[in-house]
């Protein structure tokens, strides 16, 4: 997975922006410790919905209707 992080100041508040995979987040905090508290939980969000993604797609599946 590619991630694009960008961080713009704007005077007292941050804005995060987070673009991967199709997935555009926009994050926006008042103090540093908000923007990486924030910007950390987004990320493993990301990334868990990824592996879950992963892990379904290779797992072998077979779909039976029962009457």
């Known amino acids: ?20 995979d199709g997935v555009t987040r926009v ?6 410790n908000e923007l990486i508290n924030s910007l950390s939980t987004e990320v493993r969000d990301l990334l868990t919905i990824k592996e879950n993604d992963d892990a379904l797609k290779s797992s072998p599946c077979t779909l039976r209707l029962v009457h």
């Open 27 to 32: 994050l926006k905090a008042r103090s540093i």
């Open 1 to 20: 997975m590619d991630l694009s992080i960008r961080i713009i100041q704007e005077s007292d508040e941050y804005q995060v922006i987070i673009e991967g």
